[in-house]
């Protein structure tokens, strides 16, 4: 089946510096990729929609100039927390799909805490 | 808006025992319904899904059925196993693009 990576599976930082988080499918080509936020016992909630070669497109309240998404190639998304703050300590889930295709394939999950 | 409501859990069962898993949506089109699983320390996987009213989606020994009139994907298994332990999100699409998901709930085997 359809196999989508993130690293780092877990990263701890200090407040005020960048994190860049990777989501890969690994045997597919991804058109489109999507960014969750999870916080403790919540939905998992979308923060922005990636499209291959595009600008991402990102959900109300969500502040672009923070959470910084790059999707240079159909395999590769990125996900950058700048400036992070406590606040942002979050479980980030990415997930891709294929063009025409409804079902996304969900990648392992980033846990992200801000010191 | 589109939103899901599941029950929240824990739930904890024997093996072998019934499971039902209760989910409701609401949504303003005809969404496409969806059960994922997530194992432990594992991403999410599609467990099973339906496109549309009375649709049954079946895997692995779990059956939800796309109930319109309720607005309900409710999720049973006839005998669970330890290897079931897991969250269970339930999720809906109504534009055939992104998820909106449930809180999750998190089910418990135990011999």
């Known amino acids: 089946g359809a196999v989508v990576s993130q690293h780092p599976s877990w990263v701890i930082c200090k407040s005020g510096t960048s994190v860049k988080i990777e989501c890969r499918s690994l045997?597919?080509?991804?058109?489109?990729m999507f960014w969750y936020r999870q916080f403790p016992k919540q939905s998992l909630m979308l923060m922005a929609t990636?499209?291959?070669?595009?600008?991402?497109?990102?959900e109300q309240g969500v502040e672009k100039d923070k959470f910084l998404i790059n999707h240079a190639s159909l395999t590769l998304s990125t996900l950058t927390v700048t400036s992070a703050h406590p606040e942002d300590s979050s479980f980030y889930i990415c997930?891709?799909?294929?063009?025409?295709?409804?079902?996304?394939?969900f990648g392992p999950g980033t846990r992200l805490l801000v010191l | 808006g589109d939103s899901v409501t599941q029950m929240e859990g824990p739930v904890t069962l024997s093996e072998e025992a019934f499971l039902t898993i209760n989910c409701t949506y609401t949504?303003?089109?005809?969404?496409?319904l969806f059960w994922y699983v997530q194992y432990p320390g594992e991403g999410l996987q599609l467990l099973l899904k339906?496109?549309?009213?009375?649709d049954k989606g079946s895997n692995k020994g779990f059956e939800a059925t796309y109930r319109k009139e309720t607005t309900s994907f409710h999720l049973e298994k006839g005998s669970v196993q330890v290897s079931d332990s897991a969250v269970y999100f339930c999720?809906?699409?109504?534009?055939?693009?992104?998820?909106?998901f449930g809180k999750g709930t998190s089910l418990l085997v135990t011999p």
């Open positions: 339906a496109t549309k009213a009375d």
């Open positions: 990636s499209n291959e070669g595009s600008k991402a497109t990102y």
């Open positions: 999720a809906l699409s109504d534009s055939g693009y992104a998820l909106n």
């Open positions: 949504a303003t089109g005809y969404p496409s």
């Open positions: 045997d597919f080509q991804a058109t489109t």
């Open positions: 997930s891709a799909k294929l063009n025409h295709q409804e079902t996304q394939y």
